[in-house]
């Protein structure tokens, strides 16, 4: 296991951590640990596209087949003569 040092860490959010740790029942150094393991989890995961979190939002509705017409070919492009 690694260990670091956080220097010039400010009196009130020693303080705020302090009281943190107290009120879950820990060590100052596990509710530290905690904050940060929890912050690099978020960071982690990769950001989702738009597309993507639409599809998800409706995939338990199913998804609807569409019939697409069939192609034809490109009519001649206007003459400016």
Known sequence: MASITIRNLDD???SR???RAAGN????EEEARLI?????EREAVPARGLGTAI???FK???GVELELPPREP???P????
């Open 60 to 62: 338990p509705f199913g």
């Open 17 to 19: 951590l302090r009281k």
């Open 55 to 57: 599809h998800e939002l």
């Open 12 to 14: 009130d959010v020693k």
């Open 74 to 76: 490109p009519r001649e």
């Open 78 to 81: 206007p003459r400016f003569d």
């Open 25 to 28: 029942g820990r060590s100052m």
């Open 36 to 40: 940060l393991a929890h912050a690099v």
